[in-house]
């Protein structure tokens, strides 16, 4: 399972993710959608371990 709660990343005074939370539970699926620069590669990368995020 995968739970992110309050998910924080700053790069400057840009936020690139903001307060985000959600849960993925064994077997489901879950597809992350949104334009160019919604923090999409971000989030990820805070979720893998692979940027420190802010908070969250």
Known sequence: MI????LTKRY????A??????TVRPGEVMGL???NGA???TTLRCVAGIL?????
């Open 3 to 6: 739970e992110v709660h309050g």
């Open 39 to 41: 923090g999409k590669t």
């Open 33 to 35: 959608v949104g334009p």
């Open 12 to 15: 400057g005074r840009l936020v």
């Open 17 to 22: 993710v903001d307060q985000l939370s959600f």
């Open 52 to 56: 420190p995020p802010h908070a969250g």
